[in-house]
């Protein structure tokens, strides 16, 4: 493969960098707010959102029979980073987990309903996987789906459900066969999150953002807004989440950490000395560049292996999920460690060092190792379906 981009997709960057610089808006883009940035919910997010889709920019690797382009990953890739590397909203939950999963598997009245609204950004989803007892374990979720005439009824909770407070529909997995295996037996369906029996109740996390818990209580859900087959949940769901750990942690936010670093230790003097001149200080620069570097091809490896057709690379997409996650913690901590002890100051204060990110991303970075499967799930998934290891070993 060839890790280099092509003249073609250079100039597409450039294309999307123009337009970022025209559209520069502070209430859609706020690099502190890591890769937070894509739950946020206000009028102009969706207006910006929106104009991307009147570009072309959304779905543009559909099929065309669906109102995409055809493209290849890599634009897909390359504007996502872009997005990023500002702070903003990404492509990654309607266009990638929901929109590809239902031109897959759903059936026409939803490809009717929802793919037309994903590729104009006049619908926001939220995904309920996770449950009290079954965090990154999703074959573990239990709630209850039971058969009805016309439909199914829901009964249970769900946990951290990012964007649930705002969305106006819920992917969300449920148990419809008790008695099948814990990998089977699960199916997804569609629910409007404004429906009676439906209670949403925030959480908040150490990085001051908003997810939540929802309830659901005698919820009915017709057939037709079942997902795939019943009881093949957990398959589509396995597929989604190749596409979250790829797409909704993104390698652009800490290429622009690790910079913001590299400034502070070239500018900075301590104690009569320079920091850039401190070889403690070097070679953890050095250690970090140089992972930096492996993350970023590992998500091109991961874009190279979609390119193939079929579903998301999975041992690729945890592959690149664990290294980059962990490694953005690493940052983070290196970063308060060189920073000292000004880098304890709350983001955004104008006399802390590197004005108070280290503090932030330091919170962040431990909610991207557990977002789309901890890294223990990834080092599982990788042992499993890479190296070939029994499930008990």
């Given at each position: 493969?060839d890790f ?14 123009t ?9 859609v883009?706020?690099?502190?707010r890591?890769?937070m ?5 206000t ?11 009147e ?9 065309k ?9 890599v ?9 990023a ?10 266009v990638?987990?929901?929109?590809k ?13 929802f793919?037309?609204?994903?590729l104009?950004n ?6 309920g ?8 374990d999703?074959?573990s ?8 005439e016309?439909?199914?009824?829901l009964?249970?909770?769900k ?11 819920y ?5 419809t ?7 089977a037996?699960?199916?997804?369906f569609?629910v ?21 818990e929802?309830?659901?209580?005698d ?7 079942v997902?795939?087959q019943?009881?093949?949940?957990f ?6 989440l ?10 652009s936010p800490?290429?622009?950490?690790f ?10 003097v ?5 920091l850039?001149d401190?070889?403690?200080?070097r070679?953890r620069?050095a250690?970090?560049?140089t ?5 970023r091809?590992m998500g091109?490896?991961f ?10 690379p ?23 460690d060189i920073?000292?002890p ?6 955004k204060?104008p006399e802390?060092p ?36 029994p499930?008990?070993?």
């Amino acid at each position: 493969m060839d890790f280099e981009f092509s003249p073609e997709q250079l100039a597409f960057v450039k294309e999307v960098e123009t337009f970022l610089d025209a559209n520069d808006d502070p209430e859609v883009f706020d690099l502190t707010r890591e890769n937070m940035a894509q739950i946020v919910d206000t009028p102009r997010r969706r207006a910006f959102m929106a104009s991307l889709g009147e570009r072309g920019w959304l779905g543009m690797t559909w099929p065309k029979e669906y109102g995409g382009a055809e493209g290849e990953g890599v634009y897909e890739y390359l504007l996502n980073e872009r997005l990023a590397g500002r702070g903003g909203p990404q492509i990654g939950k309607g266009v990638g987990i929901i929109g590809k999963t239902l031109i897959r598997h759903g059936n026409e009245t939803l490809k009717e309903e929802f793919l037309p609204k994903i590729l104009r950004n006049e619908v926001e989803f939220a995904v309920g996987y996770s449950e009290p007892n079954a965090g990154s374990d999703a074959a573990s979720m239990q709630l209850k789906a039971t058969k009805v005439e016309g439909g199914w009824v829901l009964d249970g909770q769900k946990t951290w459900t990012t964007s649930a407070h705002f969305a106006e529909w819920y992917w969300v997995g449920a148990r419809t066969n008790p008695d099948a295996p814990k990998h089977a037996g699960i199916t997804l369906f569609l629910v409007p999150l404004d429906q009676e029996g439906i209670t949403v109740n925030a959480i908040w996390t150490m990085g001051d953002e908003r997810t939540n818990e929802v309830f659901l209580n005698d919820v009915f859900v017709p057939d037709e807004y079942v997902v795939g087959q019943v009881d093949h949940g957990f398959q589509y769901i396995s597929e989604a989440l190749d596409l979250e750990r790829f797409t909704m942690f993104t390698f652009s936010p800490i290429q622009q950490r690790f910079e913001l670093l590299v400034e502070y230790v070239r500018t900075t003097v301590r104690d009569g000395v320079p920091l850039k001149d401190d070889p403690v200080v070097r070679q953890r620069l050095a250690q970090l560049a140089t992972q930096l570097e492996v993350a970023r091809v590992m998500g091109l490896k991961f874009v190279f292996e979609s390119s193939k057709g079929g579903a998301a690379p999975t041992a690729e997409a945890s592959e690149y999920k664990l290294f980059a996650t962990e490694l953005s913690k690493r940052l983070a901590n290196a970063s308060m460690d060189i920073a000292g002890p000004g880098s304890q100051l709350r983001v955004k204060t104008p006399e802390a060092p590197m004005e108070g990110r280290a503090e932030s991303t330091y919170r962040y970075t431990v909610i991207d190792t557990i977002g789309g499967g901890a890294s223990e799930i990834q080092k599982n998934i990788i042992a499993r379906r890479k190296l070939g290891l029994p499930k008990n070993f």
